[in-house]
């Protein structure tokens, strides 16, 4: 056995006792067992191997059509008293709910292998690193995660024989019978729970092979459990890349931002500056723990070592860094396959290919008339490929962060970019995040959809108790050095619909606006809703854009905010009183603010 430590040997035990596989295999991590797992999965029908020189060591999958995303509405969050799970949570009697699973669960692995994974959230050893085991029945899980976390022997040495973990049980559901032939993705589409357990901690999750409903590294551990551990211990568990940004000056600094998804968080976090001499590096592009140092300095890991990216829509315009990252060793879900053996998906390309096989197996032209990759389709890749990957972006330390940036979709009334008062402020303004809907969903077009800090699906606990964590952040320690909060929108439009901000790599316009107000070099305006650049505080050399265009970015249409402060109401009346009242003092001094502003 490859661990004395007896709590995990027992567990392992048990859910063997539970699930009944044929075997069971611990994981070491190393290249020659993943080659071996890949090299099954290929035989099981599972993986498709791309063609060797153009993405050496890289394979596609294709999942059930019926298993293709997050499934927020059989994700469960578990504590004891439904006011700690909050409105914002699924919640089932933890008891009743793990009655309902050990059923589902008995048997369940029949036919099959369990892989035991060990797995560090972090750099192994790490201060703010943290242990997880994942007994899982999915080869496709083990070769993920082996890509989004550390795994193996590695991290069982650092456990030892007594360290903590949060033990992560996941089964596809699907057992075998003698001589029953598997299909290439197993999964249970009738019968799929992703369940919490905070007060264990622990997870478990039944039916789905996809994405977050089965790396559990991610959005289950570093994000659902870890925000309610983050709560007890004083810390912060982020929906939030990071990135550093350094000047032409060599002077470099660090940024945690929050988007909702959909907002691009990973293009943000590997771009390419188009200001001459200003440097982008990614840490990460979706989770982000940080913690306070002794000098009460906010410093932050990136819990995963690998992307699990939207492939759709990436390409060498909107993405030139990811898409230099998937050269070799990655995974691809859901993507189309060409005749050549590589993988496409929607905006790759200018032009598509000719044919290709779509993410359903059938054969796809551009006449086809449907998607070829489905829209979710993503790649799995490790972070050490990416070109611009920070240096010090596995530092045990963590990399001190100077500055946060909340932001959303706002076609209308958001500008640019402005900054908070002060962390109250700030907190308020991540409070209210917003995306407003359009014309790709069903129903009314500019209804505000409020996701808090971009955690609404990813907070372990009521919502309203995460902002009263994050109020008493600066208390903590005796001399704060608390980032300033920041509140950008790059998808304002005009009156006639276009979009006024070409984003992308030009959004290092308003990172370098950033940096100049953290290093105290550029004046800002107050304003009812916060600090906006002056006239001309946007650098904008060499960009093409209107006057009146950029002045309207940089305006607050005060009518326009008023407008919206009912709806900011009933966000916060969702979450009744457990909104800390400083929420709704800043809420009120904002419409007053507001009132006094407007014609
Ligand atoms: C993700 C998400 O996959 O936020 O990162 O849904
Ligand atoms: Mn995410």
């Known amino acids: 056995m490859k661990t004395n430590n007896q709590t995990l040997l027992n567990w392992v035990n048990e859910a063997a006792e539970l699930c009944q596989p044929d075997a069971i295999h611990w994981c070491d991590g190393t290249e020659e067992e993943n080659q071996r797992l890949c090299a099954q999965a290929v035989q099981d029908g599972t993986f498709i191997p791309l063609n060797e020189a153009k993405r050496p060591n890289s394979f596609l999958v294709m999942s059930d059509p019926a298993d293709v995303a997050r499934v927020e509405d059989r994700t469960f969050v578990c504590p004891s008293d439904p006011r700690e799970a909050g409105p914002n949570n699924n919640w089932r009697d933890p008891v009743d709910l793990k009655a309902t699973m050990r059923q589902l669960y ?27 085991v994942e007994l899982t029945d999915s080869i496709y899980v083990v070769v993920n995660m082996r890509i989004m976390t550390r795994i193996g022997t590695e991290v069982l040495e650092a456990l030892g024989d007594h360290g903590e973990f949060v033990p992560c049980l996941h089964s596809v559901g699907a057992p075998l019978e003698p001589g029953q032939k598997d299909v290439p993705w197993p999964c249970n589409a009738d019968n799929k729970y992703i369940a919490h357990f905070p007060e264990d901690p622990s997870i478990w999750s039944y039916g789905s092979g996809y994405g977050g409903n089965a790396l559990l590294g991610k959005k289950c551990f570093a994000l659902r459990i870890a925000s309610v551990m983050a709560r007890r211990q004083g810390w912060l568990a982020e929906h939030m890349l990071i990135l550093g940004i350094t000047n032409p000056q060599g002077e470099k600094i660090y940024v945690a931002a929050a988007f909702p998804s959909a907002c691009g968080k990973t293009n943000l976090a590997m771009m390419e500056p188009t200001l001459p001499g200003w440097k982008v590096e990614c840490v990460g592009d979706d989770i982000c723990w940080m913690t306070f140092d002794d000098q009460g300095q906010l410093r932050a890991i990136n819990p995963e070592a690998g992307f699990f990216g939207v492939a759709p ?17 990655c995974i691809y879900t859901n993507c189309a396959l060409t005749p050549d053996g590589d993988v496409w998906w929607e905006d790759m390309t200018d032009e598509p290919p000719a044919e290709a096989t779509s993410w359903l197996g059938q054969p796809w032209t551009p006449a086809t008339g449907t998607k070829a990759a489905n829209p979710n389709a993503r790649y799995t890749a490790p972070a050490s490929q990416c070109p ?3 240096p010090a972006w596995e530092d045990p330390a963590g990399v001190p962060i100077s500055a946060i940036l909340f932001g959303g979709r706002r076609p209308s009334t958001v500008p640019l970019c402005f900054e908070a008062f002060n962390w109250q402020h700030g907190t308020f303004l991540g409070t209210i995040q917003a995306s407003e809907t359009t014309a790709a969903q069903a129903g009314r077009v500019g209804i505000l959809r409020y996701d808090p800090m971009a955690m609404l699906p990813f907070c372990g606990y009521n919502m309203g108790d995460y902002f009263a964590h994050w109020l008493s952040m600066p208390g903590r320690v005796a001399q704060p050095n608390m980032p300033r909060i920041f ?5 304002r439009k005009s009156d006639e619909d276009y979009y006024l901000w070409p984003g992308f790599g030009e959004n290092s316009r308003v990172l370098k606006w950033v940096c100049e107000r953290v290093q105290g070099r550029a004046q800002a305006i107050e304003t009812p809703i916060g600090l906006l650049p002056v006239p001309d505080g946007i650098d904008t050399t060499g960009l093409n854009i209107p006057d009146e265009d950029m002045e309207e970015l940089l305006s607050v249409d005060a009518q326009a905010w008023l407008k919206d402060i009912p709806a900011m109401r009933e966000h916060y009346a969702r979450f009744g009183d457990t909104i800390p009242a400083a929420m709704h003092q800043e809420l009120d001094a904002l419409e007053q603010r507001l009132r006094q502003a407007a014609p």
């Open 313 to 329: 829509g990436t390409s060498m315009r909107s993405n030139p860094n990811a898409m230099r990252t998937l050269h070799s060793n």
């Open 106 to 132: 008995d048997g369940c692995m029949r036919g099959r292998t369990m892989y035991v994974i060990p797995f560090s959230m972090g750099p192994v050893g790490a201060p703010s690193a943290k242990i997880g």
């Open 388 to 390: 611009v990957i920070d």
């Open 487 to 491: 509140f950008v929108n790059w998808f």
